[in-house]
């Protein structure tokens, strides 16, 4: 039996900086659409000028292919007026699919806008958009790393489905009794919108290290202390890495999870890696 055969796959891409990365993009996209058939593609978002444009660029192209495309939407340091906006363009598109987030606080920005918290962004969105949106929203099992406390974060996370989220996708984690762990913590109350794991492909341990840290996300001391006796050598630290995703995809696939959202870091062959192994 195919262990994937009732779990939605969907991935996440960044828009690239440069019309090189723009043309690899276009060639991972192909690839990953034949090879796995994402449900979804999301992109993250540009919080202004040339960036922002990029993630249009990027939603655009996805949806014309034909694609279901999901583009981050944050909040912070933004108005009501050009969140409204962007929304709007989204749905001229075609859009149907948004992932909501707070988002950080661009550089250089002292105050916060309009928006101050995640819920408060998905409550805009219902209030001015009604259900044209399939609302994502972020989880984190491990808890954010600015949460004042867990039980303040699973607050925040109930308040934003309560705000009207259809679905979440959770930070990666390498550690599947957190995620269970929270799926038992907000269940409690009464919260039962699917929360998708998020999965994070280990290609570079120094990569890994600089992106856990700067998110909050924990590499346990076993997997830390493991990618680092590899040194250098890339060659082991893939295929170790494609073990220990692999295991961690077979044990939330397991404990009921309705899918795998893959970081692709705007790359294809680990992703497609860790599915090919899962269906063996």
Known sequence: MNPLENIELSVEFFPPKSTEGLEKLRTVRARLAQEIAPSFYSVTFG???????????VV??????GLVVAPHLS??????????????????MGVKRIVALRGDLPSGMGHYGEFHH???????????MGDWFHIEVAAYPEFHPQAASARNDIDKFVNKVRAGADSAITQYFFNSDAYFQFL????????????????????SSSQLIRFSDACGA???RWLRKRLESFGDDTTS???YGLEVVTDLCHQLIA????????????????TISIVKHLQD
């Open 118 to 128: 995640a819920n408060e962004l998905v409550a805009y969105i219902r209030e001015t």
């Open 218 to 220: 924990e590499i346990p």
């Open 75 to 92: 909040c912070v340091g933004s108005s009501k007026e050009n969140i409204l906006n962007l929304m709007k363009h989204y749905q001229d």
């Open 47 to 57: 919080a202004g000028g040339s960036t922002q444009e990029g993630t249009l660029n």
């Open 60 to 65: 655009k192209e996805i949806h014309d292919d």
């Open 255 to 270: 404990g009921g999870a309705p899918g795998l959202h893959f970081y692709t870091l705007n790359q294809a062959e680990p």
């Open 184 to 203: 038992e913590d907000v269940q409690s109350y009464d919260i039962d919108i699917p929360i998708v794991p998020g999965i994070m492909p280990i290609v």
């Open 237 to 239: 630290i893939k295929a």
